[in-house]
């Protein structure tokens, strides 16, 4: 049984990072399961920190924006997500190419949504695990 609750297209959620630092940073939604959402960022100079290898930052960034958008889709039209609290372990540097990462739920509840988010390299070795913490909010007069 699928978690989202509403439509969900890779050009739909591509279409929402226009105009924004995940458009800036060259973030892309790649594909969703029934439990999961997936993006793809590249290390480049964007991404870079002084020394030439991804920014933790920018991986963050990257956890941040599959988790939130992710957990927005899980919830009726009348309710919204933000963020809470994010945690990261930096555990692989990159210096080039790509990073994927996978955001999963471990609690969709009510009130708040516990999301982990597994950052790959292209050889699939982990770079960085996030756990991401959302409030479930209201829209006012709906």
């Known amino acids: 049984m699928s978690i989202w609750k509403k439509p969900i297209t890779i050009d739909g959620l591509n279409a929402t990072s226009a105009n924004t630092l995940v458009e800036h940073l060259g973030i892309q939604y ?14 480049d100079a964007r991404t870079h920190q002084p020394l030439g290898m ?3 930052g920018a991986s963050v960034v990257l956890a941040e924006t599959l988790g ?7 919830v009726e039209e009348n309710k919204y997500c933000v963020g809470l609290d994010i945690n990261a372990n930096h555990i692989r540097a990159m210096r080039t190419g790509s990073v994927m990462g ?9 009130t708040t949504q516990v999301w982990q988010i597994e950052i790959t390299g292209e050889r699939g070795r982990l770079v960085c695990t996030s756990r991401l ?5 209201q829209h006012k007069g709906k």
């Open 133 to 137: 913490t959302m409030a479930v909010l």
């Open 54 to 56: 991804l920014h933790g």
């Open 30 to 43: 790649t594909a969703f399961d029934d439990n999961s959402l997936t993006g793809t960022m590249p290390v």
């Open 68 to 74: 939130s958008l992710a957990a927005n889709m899980c």
């Open 102 to 110: 996978k955001a999963s739920p471990i609690h969709l509840g009510a």
